[in-house]
């Protein structure tokens, strides 16, 4: 493919990578003009050099910009690097490829078919018809599902459990009789349009219809790259990725109304052009894009179709969402798991999945804390893993403590759920000698203390919010702490980090990650059984003026804990520490994060000559006593 620019093929990779920030970072601002209807990378007219492209509804100047209620696009941007980078724009709007299903001769594809498979119609009840896209496997049971569009087997008429029907009501309203299995989860927003069904009462085939492959691999497909898609309504089509890292702004009507959904752009092959001219047609909606390598299809998932230009646009292309992303919100995987059998009966009954800790929740990577030998060698593993999923957050559990040894959760603040406590509760998953549970706290002053704060958690869809809640109170994420540690003298700052950092930082989308737990000592008071900690430790992650930010602290109980039967006691004492510091006294690794530590940067951790250090000096701890002690 010819370009217009001259960079290497790293110098072009860097840029790609620098512009996927940037429109990750601005897509929804740009989506705010009613004109624009998405934002993306391509090759500026086609084949010039790499460029920040921009579709609109209606491309203007002058008076009609005003009439239109638009502002003009500028002609580059400059990257934070200070790069400058062209701009394009296409007039050009989208619609789901959904809507427009109309009553068409029956062929196959069409038909009740019993084994399903990819590439034949499916849909909600409520729904006409759309495809489906790959039969995959939830990650927490290992039953079988459909894999397709939200705006196919969910829709603004349908909720989670619902049944799904196949073929979709257009092309067989006997909905009574085609059901397929039940929605278990979806997901419409920038990550994609996507849904998931468990199969029900069907039998099934893998292999994609008219294609004869069956996907087991996925890839991020990159500017010229060749996909084809087997689709309900137009069939077997070929195209070219043409645009990468696009964010388009979809209309799905009422209540949903326009969405922002990430995606890439695929336009017709020029060497196996479709007979009608279509690449996409309504009721291809879930098909699955496969990389093709000699003009043949590949078993390799390349993006879930979801939309394809308006009516009105003579530019025949066509939008899917990236694979990694519908599987993150989804957690399916393509092959049976080997641990099916291990995992059976882990998803909760409100068929909300436990996704764990989420790494890419702030936009940026912040990766689960690394364990060092000896700490892995006392981890307990579950189904293979080091972590243990819940709704968003994960925990690494001690075998020799039966407690966390770290817990790492996501908080979205603009998402916060009100809900009642939950009784607290072994997980059933674990074996219940593996948990330190109810009887270590009968009785005496020590609190069931939750590492990762129930507040924290309880957020999203209610019945993401319920089963958070619910999973916040497994003992997992349980310690022993005494009644004081909560009740604290200094003004509950211990408890209230996460809030303080909210209220004191702008803290970009009212997002953070945050890892916790305790810090493990030889001189760990014995008690019923259990070692009870005399620290715990808290590192919190957020983004401030687009830069990744963290703060590590300490709160210790040294001397808390000498009677527990005991009335009066000594206080704790707060302390925030370089990140540094952090690792080496709790035997973790926090990969990437030692750059964005507040503390430790020359600018934000001026710390006064009579700071005092923890144990007794050390400019690389600070006592915090206010929230003016905080460095942030």
Not at 343 to 353: I, T
Request: aromatic share 6%.
């Amino acid at each position: 493919m010819a370009r217009g620019s001259k960079k290497s093929p790293r110098g072009e990779a860097k840029l790609i990578a620098a512009l996927r920030e940037h429109v990750r970072a601005k897509a929804n601002e740009y989506l705010k003009d009613s004109n624009i209807t998405s934002v993306g990378i391509g090759l500026k007219n086609g084949d010039g050099p790499i460029s920040l492209q921009f579709t609109v509804g209606r491309k203007a100047s002058g008076l009609e910009l005003e009439a239109l209620d638009t502002e003009a696009l500028p002609e580059s941007i400059t990257l934070p690097d200070g790069t400058m980078v062209p701009t394009d724009v296409i007039e050009r709007s989208y619609r789901k490829s959904f809507e427009l299903v109309q009553p068409e001769t029956v062929n196959e594809r069409r038909q009740r078919r019993d084994p399903i498979q990819p590439g034949i119609s499916i849909s909600h009840p409520s729904g006409t018809a759309g495809t489906i896209g790959l039969i995959v496997y939830d990650r927490a049971t290992g039953a079988p599902c459909v894999l397709s569009n939200w705006h196919v087997l969910h829709g603004n008429r349908g909720a989670v459990g619902d049944a799904i029907v196949q073929p979709g009501p257009a092309d067989n309203n006997n909905s009574a009789g085609n059901g397929a299995g039940n929605l278990l989860r979806s997901h419409l927003g920038n990550a994609g349009d996507c849904a998931l069904a468990r199969i029900e009462g069907r039998r099934f085939e893998r292999a994609v219809f008219e294609l004869a492959v069956t996907p087991r691999r996925m890839a991020r497909v990159a500017l010229g790259d060749s996909v084809v898609k087997s689709g309900r309504t137009t069939g077997v089509t070929y195209g070219i990725v043409r645009r990468v890292d696009v964010v388009a702004k979809i209309d799905y009507g009422q209540p949903t109304g326009e969405q922002p959904i990430g995606a890439f752009e695929i336009g017709i092959d020029p060497r196996r052009r479709p007979g009608d001219g279509e690449v996409s047609k309504g009721g291809d909606s879930g098909s699955a894009w496969l990389v093709t390598r000699n003009g043949r299809a590949t078993d390799i998932f390349a993006g879930l179709h979801f939309a394809g230009e308006a009516s009105t646009s003579s530019d025949e292309h066509a939008l899917a969402c990236y694979p990694s992303s519908v599987q993150k919100k989804l957690d399916f995987v393509l092959e049976p798991p080997r641990n099916a059998a291990v995992l059976a009966g882990a998803g909760p009954e409100s068929g909300v999945v436990r996704a764990g800790y989420d790494a890419g929740f702030l936009r940026m990577p912040v990766p689960l804390p690394r364990l060092t030998a000896p700490v892995e060698r006392d981890t307990f593993r579950f189904a293979g893993g080091l972590f243990i999923p819940y709704t968003h957050f994960s925990v690494a559990l001690s075998k020799g403590r039966r407690i966390a040894r770290v817990v790492a959760w996501n908080i979205d603040g603009a998402r916060i759920v009100r809900t009642a406590r939950d009784d607290f509760q072994l997980d059933p998953r674990i074996p219940a000698n593996r948990q330190l549970g109810e009887d270590v706290y009968a009785g005496n002053k020590l609190d069931r203390g939750h590492i990762a704060r129930r507040a924290d958690l309880v957020w999203g869809p209610l019945d993401e919010a319920r089963q958070a809640n619910t999973d916040s109170s497994y003992f997992p994420n349980i310690a022993p702490q005494h009644e004081r540690y909560n009740q604290s003298s200094r003004k509950g700052l211990w408890g209230e980090l996460e809030n303080l950092i909210f209220e004191q930082v702008d803290v970009q989308d009212v997002r953070m990650s945050v890892f916790g737990g305790p810090i493990f000592g030889e001189d760990d008071i014995s008690y019923r059984g259990a070692r009870i900690p005399r620290e715990y430790w808290k590192l919190i992650a957020y983004v401030e003026d687009g830069a990744l930010r963290a703060a590590g602290f300490v709160l210790s109980q040294a001397n808390l804990l000498s009677d527990l039967e005991a009335i009066d006691l000594d206080p704790f004492r707060l302390y925030q520490v370089r990140l540094a510091d952090l690792e080496a006294r709790t035997g973790l690794a926090f990969d990437g994060l030692g750059v964005a530590d507040t503390f430790a940067a020359p600018e934000r951790a001026v710390v006064p000559p009579e700071a005092e250090g923890l144990g007794g000096g050390g400019a690389g701890v600070r006592e915090v006593t206010s929230i003016r002690d905080l460095r942030l």
